[in-house]
């Protein structure tokens, strides 16, 4: 693999950075203020950012084909995600925000035409949002099989029964569009069972029974919803790619949201690690500064190591979906999703340590940038199952008879 970026990543980088400390960074304590203020609506100055970053051509990067993307690549978008991963407002503002992100890359994947008119054309243009409903309060989840909500056939139409939560986004006054997985056939094999179609957020019988907190943030004015849909009826034309489809949309959806997720991980590290450098340079404790005590310079240390072990992982990944294919790179994909986030929280709690009672305030990022980055060890399949799948593939290799007389 070559790890030097190409001539359009550099160029992008380069006006990303740039915009990112015009507009970005001197922005970030107005866009708290608004949100402190107005919980659940739009914040003014992201609005106001937006037409400056389409602008300067910096619009819906993750988007790798011509439906008004920038036809960038796994590997070339990953710097650039990275970068706006360092901001909790960055990625909305260059349409670049999960979950909105993953349901625009089905749309242009699965959606017809008329889905395509109707829901993707004002996604990408940032006019409206979306939450994608699949995680359940009365399953496992983490075994998607598990999921019980009901897709029903009546005629022209499907009647939609369940209850879900964590659906990110849904709390947001502009969600207009949720992407609901449910069962069309439970006699059907196991991963046949499930099919997903678009709900539109207005319809009768969906209701928002409460918005959640991820260890007292409420993340507004984007939100967690938990949501009931109670006999809510959805055109025939709603169900993307067809029933029994729905695993198949799931995967297509999860592996670059995964590269998206982990260097999101990366930038949130970066500048914690930044953080922390800076504070114990201007502490003193004991007589010297905290940057001369041998513990936080070991801290500061594993805390570079690890950071680059991750980005470097998730660089190779992101390759190996652009050369390989998605399904080549399952191993790589599942690893970092374990690694990311556990690293950018190591390296989080450090710099909280670092900073003592400000870190686990609201002065600095570091308190709520953990709360949202633990919920990444949970959010696209928890950590145990990524690494069951890992040693299962790894015990694979092992498994057939030629490779065990060679290890002998």
């Known amino acids: 693999m070559d790890f030097a970026f190409s001539e359009t990543t550099k160029e992008f980088v380069g006006r990303l950075l740039a915009f990112m400390d015009e507009y970005?960074?001197?922005?970030?304590?107005?866009?708290?203020?608004?949100?402190?203020?107005?919980?659940?609506?739009?914040t003014r100055v992201v609005?106001?950012?937006?037409?400056?970053?389409?602008?300067?051509?910096?619009?819906?990067?993750?988007l790798p084909n011509d439906e008004n993307g920038a036809r960038l690549t796994n590997l070339e978008y990953a710097p650039l995600c990275e970068i706006m991963g360092r901001s909790a407002m960055a990625p909305e503002v260059f349409n670049c925000s999960a979950p909105d992100?993953?349901?625009?890359?089905?749309?242009?994947?699965?959606?017809?035409?008329?889905?395509?008119?109707?829901?993707?054309?004002?996604?990408?243009?940032?006019?409206?949002?979306?939450?994608?409903?699949?995680?359940?309060?009365g399953v496992a989840s983490s075994d998607a099989t598990n999921i019980s909500a009901r897709i029903a056939r009546e005629g022209n139409e499907y009647v939609i029964n369940g209850r879900k939560w964590w659906a990110s986004g849904g709390g947001d006054p502009r969600c207009k569009i949720a992407i609901f997985m449910g069962k069309t056939d439970s006699s059907a094999p196991v991963y046949k069972q499930?099919?997903?179609?678009?709900?539109?957020?207005?319809l009768p019988g969906v209701k928002i029974v409460r918005l959640l907190k991820v260890f007292g943030y409420d993340h507004a004015p984007h939100g967690h919803a938990e949501?009931?849909?109670?006999?809510?009826?959805?055109?025939?034309?709603?169900?993307?790619?067809?029933?029994?489809?729905?695993?198949?949309?799931?995967?297509?959806?999860?592996?670059?949201?995964?590269?998206?997720?982990?260097?999101?991980?990366?930038?949130?590290?970066?500048?914690?690690?930044?953080?922390?450098?800076?504070?114990?340079l201007s502490r003193v404790a004991f007589g010297k500064t905290l940057s001369e005590q041998g513990t936080i310079r070991a801290d500061i240390a594993k805390s570079r190591m690890e950071i680059d072990q991750a980005r470097l992982l998730t660089l190779k990944a992101a390759h190996m979906m652009d050369t390989l294919g998605?399904?080549?790179?399952?191993?790589?994909?599942?690893?970092?999703?374990?690694?990311?986030?556990?690293?950018?929280?190591?390296?989080?709690?450090?710099?909280?340590?670092?900073?003592?009672?400000?870190?686990?305030?609201?002065?600095?990022?570091?308190?709520?940038?953990?709360?949202?980055?633990r919920t990444l060890r949970l959010a696209d399949g928890p950590d145990e199952?990524?690494?069951?799948?890992?040693?299962?593939?790894?015990?694979?290799?092992?498994?057939?008879?030629?490779?065990?007389?060679?290890?002998?």
């Open 385 to 408: 199952v990524h690494t069951e799948s890992i040693a299962k593939w790894e015990l694979g290799k092992w498994s057939k008879p030629k490779a065990q007389s060679t290890a002998q």
């Open 101 to 137: 992100t993953g349901n625009m890359e089905v749309l242009v994947r699965y959606g017809t035409p008329e889905q395509k008119e109707r829901w993707l054309k004002p996604l990408l243009a940032g006019e409206i949002r979306s939450c994608f409903a699949m995680t359940e309060p």
């Open 194 to 202: 499930q099919s997903m179609i678009l709900v539109p957020m207005d």
């Open 227 to 280: 949501i009931a849909f109670e006999n809510v009826r959805v055109p025939a034309s709603h169900l993307l790619l067809g029933e029994g489809r729905g695993f198949e949309i799931a995967q297509g959806r999860l592996g670059p949201g995964r590269i998206h997720h982990c260097m999101r991980c990366v930038g949130v590290a970066e500048r914690a690690l930044e953080l922390m450098c800076k504070r114990v």
């Open 47 to 62: 609005e106001e950012l937006k037409p400056k970053a389409c602008a300067a051509g910096l619009w819906n990067l993750f």
């Open 326 to 373: 998605n399904k080549a790179a399952r191993t790589e994909i599942a690893m970092i999703k374990v690694v990311a986030p556990n690293v950018t929280l190591k390296v989080l709690d450090r710099a909280i340590q670092a900073h003592g009672g400000a870190g686990v305030s609201e002065d600095t990022f570091l308190a709520s940038a953990w709360a949202n980055v």
């Open 24 to 42: 970005i960074y001197p922005n970030e304590s107005r866009y708290y203020e608004e949100t402190g203020r107005n919980r659940w609506q739009p």
